[in-house]
């Protein structure tokens, strides 16, 4: 059994790096159009048990509920803390493994979850997908799902991967496109104009304007 593990912090303090080119309440519409998104993507790819959402902002939990996915209650707040939280969760249930996805990811594709699913390993490993410069952690699969620790912080790549190795336990690494684009710097948008249109954060970035900003004609 393999849960998605989908932690979202309180929308209120999400993506402030986006601010030059996105007003607070743009930022706001756009962090749930990529949301719904994840989410879209998570319903529709095959192999998961359950998708657990640890959140502490109590409208994300709301609409966790009314997406199917079950919620998790934040203690923390921080990454590594809420990936923990729902490992445990998951972990006393018997749970085979877990895969961490994160919620700023509007390129993603429930292909690119199915591939990372089938190099799920028989015993125990840890199969990484990185971001676009190699450095972060986009995805993060670990069977069992304490194998190792959650490494969040820095080049949390390299830092995953060394703990998996120092746990004696198999490191695979890959390398998916519309994975690797999280949405933290104005760049980003430009990248996700550039891939995917049809997406909702897309087209929030289209009617408020930001992708003209951005040189994009709407």
């Not at 992708?211 to 994009?216: I, N, Q, V, Y």
Request: glycine fraction near 10%; proline fraction near 7%; hydrophobic fraction near 45%.
């Amino acid at each position: 059994m393999i849960a998605a593990l989908l932690p979202v912090k309180p929308l209120s303090e999400a993506k402030r790096r986006l601010a030059a080119v996105l007003p607070a309440e743009a930022r706001r519409a756009f962090c749930w159009a990529m949301l719904d998104d994840v989410a879209s993507v998570l319903r529709a790819c095959c192999g998961f048990e359950a998708v657990l959402t640890v959140t502490r902002d109590a409208e994300v939990a709301e609409w966790a509920g009314q997406q199917g996915f079950e919620v998790v209650p934040e203690r923390g707040s921080d990454l590594n803390t809420a990936i923990a939280e729902g490992v445990h969760v998951w972990r006393a249930r018997g749970g085979r493994g877990v895969l961490y996805v994160p919620a700023d990811v509007p390129l993603v594709t429930s292909g690119e979850l199915e591939l990372l699913l089938s190099h799920q390993p028989e015993e125990r490993g840890v199969v990484l997908a990185p971001d676009a410069e190699g450095r972060g952690t986009n995805a993060l699969l670990l069977v069992p799902p304490d194998v190792i620790p959650p490494c969040f912080e820095g080049a949390s790549a390299r830092a995953h991967e060394a703990a998996g190795r120092a746990a004696g336990a198999p490191v695979e690494i890959c390398w998916l496109p519309g994975l690797s684009r999280d949405m933290d710097e104005p760049q980003d948008l430009a990248h996700l104009l550039r891939g995917r249109r049809d997406t909702r954060a897309a087209r929030v970035l289209m009617e408020c304007g930001a992708a003209g900003r951005l040189g994009w004609a709407s």
